[in-house]
């Protein structure tokens, strides 16, 4: 463990100069590129294999039953996503995208809340709560085996920027920015982990650090509390901004929700 | 293998560590708080008496290493008929690091068919988890098995 | 909120040992772990888990807070006749919820 807290230091002491840490001018895919599953142990990838032991689908199931609850008043989300043009099929790997209508950024659990506002006339879910945590699920679980595949064009262009520059800058006690580990040192130890390439393609994940279900806000919550950084709030524009990011950068990987990680 | 010389420096430094956190939840434990082999000794008299132990029978399977001790499966199984006349009626696991000894306690029956439970346990470290099984005569079984609980790079829960 | 996965088979022959499987939405939380504001999360776990065919109590497992969140068992029975398989558990305070399988026994 003390060659861990070495390897720290080391990539801590790299870092002392600009804020910044360069970006490539095209968008950085990690060769080859590896899914957080590649990282985890046999037994942590058995998990994620087993649909009925992996504890996310307790979450993917209870998101299954609120897409098709009526209210009574207005439709259930499965009354518009039949078949066809609205099917959610492969959705999920095509998120975060912009919302045609605001113009704005969002990602799956905005969608759904947009969604619940403008046609459902239900109050929007709170970020991270259980309900939309499973609805976000099922969604994202829908598109499992689906390749990502994100627009990264016209309104999204600043967007993928500022989740570029977040990705790049140092930040926190340890002053270290996400490309450190996860470009320059995925592949190596740090303690008992192995830094993986750092993408969301299985998220929400069932951390076993969580011991629960949580979204890729909540990710990068931690990620940024493990540099000493302040976290910024789930649902945040810089995080979306990230997720983005995340998403051209895991271009082709295909989506696993739900996943399980350590 | 059941115990590490370094544990109080090690929980010093993972408290430390937390301390300096933003925000999270804490899975740091007080000191003194650990389970001991002697603990899990006497939590093994509490279920089943002070009786002799016999080694055999019963195996645990328990994954080399863990990367994370919340939740580590492991399953657990006697040698039996399970016959009326000859069957496993209970099977404790018992940790000798965690904060409480007892982690399950089963009761079965000759109509289980057969002595194998799965379920997934917490392992506050590396440590050897012990299974005893009690068979219908009475006669106890044990056996064990131990993995290795790695410390995560990240600690912000 | 309690929500359970069971995997059984339905159906089977008579004397047929079979796996039964159950996972449980439940966060066993220890009282260990302290929250974001420092103070102590209490203690909430399911203590008691019992699996109730023909009659009879056919597996119980007394649990403590040892057992990972989310509880997961894998067990054995052996079919006798067709009927219900009940899942009940049970937390610290009391409060249970069940859940039954149906199997046909041929």
Redesign the interface.
Known sequence: ?KS?IAV?AAICLAACGNDRVAAPDTPPQPAPLKSGYAF?????Q??QDDD??N?S??WV??GEALFQEADGITDACSDCHAEGARSLASAAAHYPQIDQESGRLVNIEGRINLCRERYQDRPPLTYES?DLLALTAYVAHLARGEPVSVDIEGAAADWYSRGEDYFHTRRG?FNLACTQCHDENWGKK????T?SQGHGTGFPAYR?????LGSLHRRL??????V????RALGSDDYLAVELYLARRAEGLAIETPGVR? | MTDMPDRPSAIARRTFLLTGAAAGLSTALPLGAMADAADADAAIREIFGDKPINDGRVSVKLPPIAENGNSVAITVSAESPMSFDDHVTRMAIVSPRNPIADIALFKLGPRAGKAEISTRIRMAGTQRIRCVAEMSDGSLWQGSASTVVTLAACLIG | MATIRIAAPDTASAGDVIELKALIQHPMETGYRSGPDGKRIERDIIERFEVTYDSETVFEADLHPGIAANPIFTFYTRATTSGPIEFKWTDQNGQSWSETHELMVE
């Open positions: 463990m861990g720290v985890l142990q046999p037994q942590t058995a998990l009925f032991a504890p689908f307790l199931d209870r259980d006690q740090l303690r008992g982990d830094i076993l650090e969580w011991q629960t919550s931690d990620c940024d509390a493990g000493r950084a302040e976290p350590r």
